[in-house]
């Protein structure tokens, strides 16, 4: 099986990091075809960002359906474009929040997100609330950006371990998932140092992504889901006209 693995912001060295974490839980077989979006910002920090996400992730999803992948991981916390994505595709399309949360819902009541900027915790909170765990799961922001993660001469991941503790102390979290896909490489450190579980939303994505192919199980297309109606796009957003992008 073939697994898209798209990092919706356009920061290649992000990208790689990402791609290491799926390729250390992809199952035997599974191919990780990790691509970093061909427009948008460097980082995806806001509501702003997000939206001009979105046109990138999309033509990447299109590009890799033409390709033939069986399944798409959106590597981005704030599920950027998910339900736009998933209306686009007929393979199954993951988000690495919704896999997160659910994976941790497995193994612990209580549990907290920790993410990267004051300004990501809210959407993030709604995202919580979306998935059905607003009564078991917290969100902190470390106040980081997220592009810290990847300086060598920033103090990001001391305050990403200062906020965990914290999280670990006040909210009596049970288990920490990591709020941001810049993190996954610290997933193994983080849980030796804390003796809890962490969770890298990279990596649940992968496993329930090869689990949808395994079963035969693709994205729903009537209902929310259905197919974008074919109607004329004009100006800058001409190519992402419905029909023209997915190429049929």
Do not use: W
Not at 168 to 191: H, K, P, S, Y
């Amino acid at each position: 099986m073939r697994i898209l693995v798209i990092n919706p912001n356009t920061t290649a060295s992000m990208t790689a990091t990402i791609a290491d974490s799926a390729r250390r839980v992809a199952a035997a077989g599974t191919e990780i075809v990790p691509v970093t979006s061909s427009m948008g910002p460097v980082s995806i920090e806001g509501y702003y960002d997000e939206v001009f996400a979105v046109p990138g992730l999309l033509k990447a999803i299109a590009e890799g359906e033409k390709a033939g992948i069986d399944a798409v991981v959106i590597a981005c916390f704030d599920d950027t474009g998910l339900d736009a994505a998933r209306a686009l595709a007929d393979v199954p399309v993951i988000g690495i929040c919704e896999a997160a949360v659910s994976a941790t819902a497995f193994i612990a009541q209580k549990f907290t997100v920790v993410t990267t900027m004051e300004r990501s915790r809210l959407p993030l909170e709604h995202l919580v609330h979306r998935y059905g765990m607003s009564s078991r799961a917290k969100v902190r922001a470390a106040d980081i950006p997220v592009l810290s993660l990847e300086d060598p001469n920033s103090n990001a991941r001391d305050r990403l371990r200062s906020e965990i503790a914290l999280a670990l102390q006040e909210d009596r979290a049970e288990a920490i998932v990591l709020g941001c896909a810049g993190m996954a490489d610290l997933t193994a450190e983080l849980r030796a140092e804390f003796g809890v579980p962490v969770v890298d939303g990279v990596a649940a994505a992968v496993k329930q992504a090869e689990s949808l192919i395994t079963m035969g199980l693709s994205t729903a297309k009537r209902g929310a889901y259905a197919t974008p109606i074919s109607k004329p796009y004009r100006g800058l957003l001409e190519a992402f006209e419905p029909g023209r992008l997915a190429g049929s």
